[in-house]
Structure formats: structure tokens, C-alpha cells
């Protein structure tokens, strides 16, 4: 017998999706609240000053969080909206986490459920499988499509002192509801729209593209390469219908989360060291790796032009050599999707001079 081991893969429990349907939001919620434990709603900060939050249904002793986006989550983050949340409950459990946000503010309601009922800080619980208890029950509501964090089984975060990106990878981290309604992702501007939302295409090309495969990975990435192609090469991406598709590419893109590749990598070098959101820093990482990945380089740029989105040169120049040092050694750490693209050998093609002189030219 083949000493093979099975992974029991769990899916997100309900979706909902459709224009509109976020008013469908409150029969959602009610049988999981509780007589007196409140729901906690995190929102992407910029719903500070937008209405969508009156617009849903928040009891009066809910908890309301603004999570702030201006950089990607990190450990110490995620630890102090957990005790933030925590001193709000003031003894009680929550019935509910909602989130309403990107892939930033979506990992951190993961996360910070996760840490609500397992002891510990956030980075103690970076890697797989370490989380042991079951979170509140969660429902995510992207307003920005892309990451497919609605749908994947991992909270990315940026631990600073490890220089490390890394996920809390576990079935425990996963929503439990998703209501997908295209109309939340109306806001969003043009630009973010395209970075975020391209992350999907990246994901999917890269598992493609790696000797690391699965037949429903396989089937799921394809599909939301070819929805991501629709939306991306359409006249106008933000379009209702391309929204909607969008919105389906990116849940099927969390839903295949196959192994990455070269693109990913280089892309969580420039988050930890320029502190670069993730959708652009997978822009700027495929923009120099047309020799690695010259169909999906080509692709790229005609989205870009179609959409009129440009990247702007020479973000990385003029780092000193302890920064280059930093952005090859967050790169270069991830050996798994390094090995699923290049082989075994990986280290031979992506040498220190080599790496640095691709994030000397973005
Ligand atoms: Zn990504």
C-alpha cells in the first residue's frame, strides 16, 4: 500500500451570493446570537466615514472595531485588537464575528478569532495546523475582491522581529458565511481595485504553473484565471457584471489555494520591507520575472493598459545593501512555493545578485 495521507479539506460552511444581497444580512446572523453576547463587527477603516455600517443591522452592546488597513497585518496587531476585543466582552464570549473589508481586514477577524479561544499571541499559532480550538462563528463580507481570504483556511500577518510572512493555516481559521454581494465592492478605487483584484490571477497562474497539482485545484484556478481574463481585459473592470465576476473568481481562487510560486515570494519581501500592500507587490514582483513567467508578464501588461493602471518605476533604488539583504531574505524563506516553481535547485537560479539586481529594475 502506498503510504499516501489524505487531507480532509474543509469548504466555507454557507454562501450567499448575488447584487443586494448583504440585506439579507440580519436572518444570517440571528440563530447565532446569543441572549447577551454581542456580535464584533470589524471593518476596514475606511468605513469610518462611509454609511454601510448604519446601513446594518449592529445591536446596541455589539462591538465595533476599525481595523486599520494602511499596512498589512502584522502579529503585534492582530494581539491588540485581540486584547481590545477581549476588554469589550469584559468576561463574555461573542456570539459572531463579522468582517467587512479586504484580504487586511478579513485575516484579522480570522485571526483575532482564533486567539479569542486559544491562548498565547498571534505568532505562535504562524505555521499549520497549530491552532486547537474552534473560533465564534464568522461571517466575512468582502468589500474588495481578490485575495480570496473569504474563502482560504489561512490569516496572513507580517511578524517584523522574524522578518517573516506567514499565515495562521488552519480549518479553524475559515469563515463559516460568506454573503458576496457585488454592490459592497462599488467604492473601491479604480487602482485598489486592480491590484486587489488581480491577486487572484496571480494565485491561480502560479499553482498552475508549479509541479505541486491537484485536479480541483487544478479546475477551480483555471476557472477564476479565465473570470479574472473577463474582468481584467473587459473595456471597464468595474463594470456591475465584471464586479460580480470578480467577486466569483476571487471565492474560487481562495477556494483552490494551490501552492504559489516565484511571484508570492518576492512579493512578501516588499511587504516586509517597504511594508507594500500585497496586491501591488505581486504587480511589481511579476513585472520582473518575464523570464520566469513570460505569457503571464505579457498578460499583465495588456490588463494594466487596458484599464489604465500604471506601476511606478524605481521603488527599490537607493536601498542599502542590509535592505537588499532583507528583501532577498523574506523572499528567498519561502521554499516551498520556490520549489513548486523552479525545483529543488531554486537557490541556484534565485542567488542573492540575482534577486537583488530583479528588485533593483521595479
Ligand atoms: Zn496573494
Redesign the pocket.
Known amino acids: 500500500m502506498a503510504e499516501t495521507s489524505y487531507r480532509n479539506a474543509k469548504n466555507v460552511g454557507h454562501v450567499m451570493i448575488g447584487q443586494g444581497s448583504i440585506s439579507q444580512l440580519e436572518g444570517v446572523i440571528a440563530p447565532h446570537r446569543g441572549n447577551s453576547e454581542p456580535a464584533v463587527w470589524f471593518f476596514d477603516h475606511f468605513f469610518k466615514h462611509n454609511d454601510l455600517p448604519d446601513r446594518l443591522p449592529i445591536a446596541g452592546d455589539d462591538i465595533v472595531v476599525f481595523v486599520d488597513t494602511t499596512e498589512e497585518p502584522t502579529t503585534d496587531g492582530i494581539d491588540m485588537y485581540t486584547d481590545q476585543v477581549r476588554k469589550e466582552l469584559d468576561g463574555r464570549t461573542a456570539s459572531v464575528l463579522l468582517a467587512f473589508g479586504g484580504?487586511a481586514t478579513m485575516d484579522t477577524c480570522k485571526c483575532v478569532g482564533n486567539l479569542l479561544t486559544n491562548p498565547g499571541k498571534a505568532e505562535d499559532y504562524q505555521g499549520w495546523e497549530l491552532v486547537k480550538n474552534p473560533a465564534p462563528y464568522k461571517i466575512g463580507c468582502p468589500t474588495l475582491s481578490?485575495?480570496?481570504s473569504e474563502s482560504s483556511r489561512t490569516g496572513v500577518l507580517c511578524n517584523e522581529v522574524k522578518n517573516l510572512k506567514l499565515g495562521m493555516n488552519s480549518d479553524f481559521t475559515m469563515f463559516d458565511q460568506l454573503v458576496l454581494d457585488p454592490d459592497l465592492l462599488v467604492t473601491v478605487p479604480r487602482e485598489q481595485f486592480f491590484y486587489t483584484g488581480i491577486?487572484?490571477y496571480?494565485?491561480c497562474f502560479e499553482s498552475l504553473s508549479g509541479s505541486y497539482r491537484n485536479v480541483v485545484v487544478d479546475a477551480l484556478a483555471e476557472k477564476a484565471i479565465d473570470l479574472s481574463r473577463q474582468v481584467f481585459l473587459s473595456e471597464d473592470m468595474m463594470a456591475p457584471e465584471n464586479r460580480e465576476k470578480l467577486m466569483i473568481a476571487s471565492y474560487l481562487g481562495g477556494l483552490a489555494a494551490g501552492f504559489?510560486g516565484v511571484v508570492?515570494p518576492l512579493?512578501a519581501g516588499l511587504s516586509m520591507v517597504l511594508h507594500m500592500h500585497?496586491?501591488i507587490a505581486?504587480c511589481y514582483a511579476l513585472s520582473v520575472l518575464e523570464d520566469i513567467y513570460p505569457k503571464q508578464y505579457a498578460e499583465m501588461m495588456e490588463m494594466m493598459e487596458k484599464q489604465g493602471v500604471q506601476l511606478e518605476k524605481g521603488i527599490c533604488q537607493n536601498l542599502t545593501d542590509a535592505q537588499y539583504e532583507q528583501l532577498y531574505g523574506a523572499s528567498i524563506v519561502h521554499e516551498k512555493p520556490l520549489t513548486n516553481a523552479l525545483g529543488p535547485d531554486f537557490r541556484s537560479i534565485l542567488t542573492l545578485e540575482n534577486v537583488t539586481a530583479r528588485f533593483k529594475r521595479m
Open positions: 484580504g481578490g485575495t480570496g491577486d487572484t496571480m494565485h504559489v508570492h512579493s500585497h496586491g505581486n
